[in-house]
Nanobody, 121 residues
Framework: QVQLVESGGGLVQAGASLTLSCAVS????????LGWFRQAPGKEREFVAS????????NYADSVKGRFIISRDNAKNTVYLQMNRLKPEDTAVYYCASDPTDWARAKADYWGQGTQVTVSS
């Protein structure tokens, strides 16, 4: 069973940086990629970024491209999301998910518990 634990959220001012971590346990050789998603109050969960365990290929939502950086440490089974130049609209609960079945609709069998990111203006 795959388990994911996010950490690193908090309250910051606009323009600041924050780095989230997602520690993964129970990952097997079949695991292909990990994704970060976020959900703001009253909105649906949306894709933020993804990274493949092998090769490290990354993908970003347009809203965060150029500001956020996703990376991984295979030895630690941990994926990071470095968030730079944060904006109030980045405020949300951030979740990591292992091998989502539907990236666009944020469907996955395994999710972390989420970590709150609040950006004040």
């Amino acid at each position: 069973q795959v388990q994911l634990v996010e950490s690193g959220g908090g309250l910051v001012q606009a323009g600041a940086s924050l780095t989230l971590s997602c520690a993964v346990s129970g990952r097997t050789f079949r695991s292909v990629a990990l994704g970060w998603f976020r959900q703001a109050p009253g909105k649906e969960r949306e894709f933020v970024a993804s990274i493949r365990w092998s090769g490290g290929r990354t993908n970003y939502a347009d809203s965060v491209k150029g500001r956020f950086i996703i990376s991984r440490d295979n030895a630690k089974n941990t994926v990071y999301l470095q968030m730079n130049r944060l904006k109030p609209e980045d405020t949300a609960v951030y979740y990591c998910a292992s091998d989502p079945t539907d990236w666009a609709r944020a469907k996955a069998d395994y999710w972390g518990q989420g970590t709150q990111v609040t950006v004040s203006s």
